[in-house]
């Protein structure tokens, strides 16, 4: 039995798709776009060597849009002062006093933690917010 060329394209397709799901990556999306694009042009009756430049024109600028978005979107903060991986970033806490390295003792969820002031100036006393944490360390700033 011979397979026809929509049926390939579809396969193809189905491949680079689940692969994206094992990996991850977007771009392996993209190229399944231009499979996709390749198996509406075999639907369509198109030749062969016309399925693959359509495919490859379709997959090849999904991806060159694709890799454009990315670049120009923000990246991510880090981990450590990212408030979607810390729910405690972005909270306050009471600082009573610094020593003149910058740092404290606070008392935040019921236990005591270290502080390290990293916003500008000189630390002050009074309330502070938690944006980020190393360790057992919270970096303040006010």
Known sequence: MEMNWTTTWW??????VAMELASGTFYLLMLALGCAAGALAAHLGLG??????????VGGAAVLIWH?????????????????????IGQSVDVS????QG??????RGAE?????????????GKHIIRGIEGSCLQLDR
């Open 48 to 57: 062969a060597s016309t399925q693959m430049v359509s495919a490859a024109v």
């Open 103 to 108: 740092r404290a003792q606070v008392k935040y």
């Open 97 to 100: 006093l610094w020593n003149e």
């Open 11 to 16: 396969i193809a397709c189905g491949v680079l």
């Open 68 to 88: 454009q978005l990315r670049r120009r979107s923000p990246s991510p903060p880090p981990v450590n002062a990212n408030p979607d991986a810390h729910l405690d």
């Open 113 to 125: 933690w270290q502080a390290r002031f990293s916003g500008q100036g000189q630390p002050t006393a």
